[in-house]
Structures are given as C-alpha cells and as structure tokens.
C-alpha cells in the first residue's frame, strides 16, 4: 500500500541543528524560547478559531431576525398593526433571547441581544407617543436597515478572518492535523469450527500504519497481583460515599440546592460517577424511578463543578428561572443519559442470556516471542476515527481505554463471534490496536 510522506514537507522544527545564534545568546535558551513561542502562537490562533466558529452563526441568527422584523413591517399595509406586530415578535425574541449572543453596535461595542430588543420596544412606545404610525414606521425601518448593515458587516469580516486563519493554521503540521486516515485494507481472520462454550485463542501480529496522533497505550503483561489491585482501586473509585448515597435519593431542586449548599465535599467528578454507576445498578433491578432519579443528580453535580467557584449558586439560579434554554438543555441531557443506561441495560441483560447459552466467542494475545500489542484510544479532533470508536459498544470503550489485552478480552467473550470480529477489524483498520503480520488461530495449530 503506498505512503503519502509529504506532510512532513510542513514540519516545523524548533530545534534544528543548523540554527546560527549570537555568540551571546545560548543555543539552549534560543531553541526553548522559540518553542514557546511556536507553541503560544498556536493556542491564540486555536482560540480565536474557536471564538469565531461560535461567533459567526450567531450573528447569522441575528441577521436573519433582523430580516425577518424589516421584511414584517414592510408586509403590513397598516402601519399600526404592522407596529404592533413587530412589539409582540420583539417580546417573544427577548423572552427567548441567548444571554451569551451578542449585536455590534454603532459605536463598536457589542450589546446583549435582550437589551436591543427592550431598547427598541422603549423607543416605538415613545415614538408613538409622539409621532404617527406612519413616522414611527419610518424609523423602525431605517433602524433596522441600519442593524442590518452593521451586523453583515460584522459576519463578513469575522468570516473572512475564520478563513484566514484555518487557512494559516494548516499550513504547518502540527500534532492536531497530522492524523491521517491511513488504514490497512486487509484483515484475515480464521475462524474455528463452532465448539460449545469452547474459547477460541487468537494471536493477533498484524502491522497496521498507526495514527500517530493517538493517545499512545502500550501494552505490558503483568502479573496476577497487579491485575488484582486494579481491581481493587477500580472498586474502591466507583464505591459512593455517604453523603453522595444520600444525594442520590434526593428530588427536587430547592432540597438539593440546600444539600450542596452545606456538604460542596461531594461536587467532584468521582461522586458524580459513583451516582451514575448506582443509576445502572438501579436500572438492572427494574427501580427506574431511582434510576432516574441519579441521572438528575449526578448530571447535577457535573453542571454545578463545571460553572466554577460559584456554580451551585448560578445552576440553581438558571434552573429556577421559567422557559431557560438552559433548563431545556439540562434535562434533554438527562433524557439522553438516562436513554443510554436503559438501552446498555437491555444489552447487558441479553448478553447474559447469550452467556448462560454457551456461545462461541474469540480471544486476543500477543505472540510469545515478546511481540507487544499497542493499543490507542483516539481523540475527539481526530473525526473520523473519535466517531467510529463512539459507535463501538460503551464496555468495549472502556476496555480499550485501560489498555490491557486482559480487560478487552473479558468483553470480547461476551460478545457473538461475528460481533467480536468485527469490531478487532474496526480497531484494526482504525489504528486502535498495532500488531504484526497476520491473526492466527491457536486451537487449530493445537490440533495439527
């Protein structure tokens, strides 16, 4: 399969041997501050590109309610009406308004969307006051052409600099477009004759040209012991404290805002977790209510932690407020969890039946020659290879991430054989596991 080497023409060098310095000036200290200067212009661009992809189609939203209130008032042949039209889209558009969506004003300066709209509803009641229909009609449009003209303005400007600088940023190769998809596009796989509850061993040694972008797991084989106090430390993560157990019984927003008031020991990631595996352990015993019930809670702690030092106060705050796209936000995210743990809780449930039937499943292990097996787990930049390993059951996941044969072993043999071959093709293809030469079968070599 031929290579395409000629990213690397873009590699920058930070400490290329050729550099000529001041004979005053340390080479050390010259590469080091070069580095850090490469590496302090790439995060400001990274963040300006990311400011500006959130920024753009929020000014495209605010172009287009602009076009929508001009295009309103235009369509209305009498004036009042068309006014009154405009007051109530206004009222609606402010009631509904994103807090963090902004309007460039004349002066420069940018305005909340909320303040815009209650600014303009201020100035047609007094122009009505005090003028006619027909002149406040007049304003409204010439004020709203005027908006019109500033936002575009705005978007054209903030597009063609997003373009400038995705444009620069790949022009150098960096450790955040380096990824490839190069894959290998052959995988063999023998497969043994059907034997009930008979474990299938196989040697996985296939070379696949890795993703070098990948978080790197290498693989060691260890002993009984360690394996065990992994175990033990794993148990000991997930275990709820008490004040986490008492929590998760807790409904209602006021009765939780009190009790994270005065135990915020229990607002980390470990204690959300923990209340989220006792949502799966609930759900396999068929307590949905309570199920649930930890969805809220541990989705509660995770909001809180994430909005800082005074999250408590400002997750409450925007929880207790009526009609918040914050508040929808919430509890779509519970939905969403609370519909995954059903459905992973129906497919644990039938892997056991699978089990107690007996099926056929495989095995993965390295050679004995010391051949190590590297296993990566891809990172959410990486697009295609982070949305293949996404759609690969969550236990699976998991497995590969603590990179141990072991722990991926213990899913595969829960998993139907052409199930379980496909997804070692998937990680095959996709760099997830680095191997060498080709997948032989174990129990036919015994034979032979």
Avoid at 78 to 96: C, F, M, R, S, Y
Wanted: aromatic share 6%.
């Amino acid at each position: 399969m031929p290579l395409d080497y000629s990213k690397w023409d873009n590699l920058e060098l930070s400490d290329d041997s050729d550099i000529e310095v001041h004979p005053n000036v340390d080479k050390r200290s010259m590469i080091k501050w070069k580095q850090e200067a490469i590496h302090r212009e790439r995060a400001e661009r990274k963040a300006k590109i990311d400011y500006l992809t959130q920024f753009v189609p929020q000014q495209e939203n605010v172009l287009k309610k602009v076009q929508e209130l001009t295009s309103m008032l235009k369509d209305t042949e009498d004036d009042l009406a068309g006014i009154k039209k405009v007051v109530q889209v206004l009222d609606q558009q402010q009631t509904e308004a994103d807090p963090n969506m902004k309007v460039p004003s004349a002066g420069g300066k940018e305005m909340d969307v909320a303040q815009v709209f209650s600014a303009m509803k201020t100035q047609i009641a007094a122009g009505l006051a005090s003028n006619s229909p027909a002149e406040v009609k007049k304003t409204l449009l010439e004020r709203f052409n005027q908006t019109e003209a500033t936002v575009q303005k705005t978007v054209t400007e903030a597009s063609r600099e997003l373009a400038k600088l995705n444009e620069e940023s790949r022009k150098k190769m960096t450790s955040e477009n380096m990824f490839t998809s190069e894959k290998s596009n052959k995988t063999i796989l023998n497969k043994p004759k059907p034997l009930p509850k008979k474990t299938e061993k196989k040697k996985v040694v296939e070379t696949l040209n890795p993703n070098s972008a990948m978080k790197d797991l290498s693989l060691q084989d260890t002993s009984n012991d360690a394996d065990n106090e992994d175990d033990e430390e794993e148990e000991e993560d997930i275990e709820m404290s008490p004040e986490a157990a008492k929590f998760s019984k807790i409904k209602g927003f006021e009765d939780s805002y009190t009790y994270l008031k005065n135990h915020p020991s229990i607002i980390n990631e470990k204690s959300s977790d923990s209340i989220l595996g006792q949502a799966f352990t609930a759900q396999l015993k068929g307590d949905q209510a309570y199920a649930k019930n930890c969805v809220i809670q541990s989705l509660m702690i995770q909001y809180c932690g994430q909005l800082g030092k005074d999250g408590v106060s400002l997750f409450f705050a925007r929880m207790s407020a009526p009609n918040t796209q914050g508040r929808k936000m919430f509890f779509d995210d519970v939905e969403k969890t609370y519909s995954r743990i059903q459905t992973r809780c129906a497919e644990i449930a039938a892997e056991e039946v699978t089990e107690d039937n007996g099926v056929e499943t495989i095995q993965l292990q390295p050679m004995g020659d010391g051949t190590q097996l590297t296993i990566r787990v891809p990172e959410p930049e990486h697009v295609e290879a982070y949305k293949v390993f996404t759609a690969m059951p969550p236990k699976f996941q998991d497995a590969l991430k603590t990179g141990k044969l072991d722990e991926i072993n213990k899913v595969l043999e829960k998993i139907a054989v052409p199930e379980a071959e496909q997804l070692v093709q998937l990680c095959s293809e996709y760099g997830f596991l680095d191997v060498e030469g080709e997948v032989i079968d174990e129990t036919q070599q015994q034979k032979q």
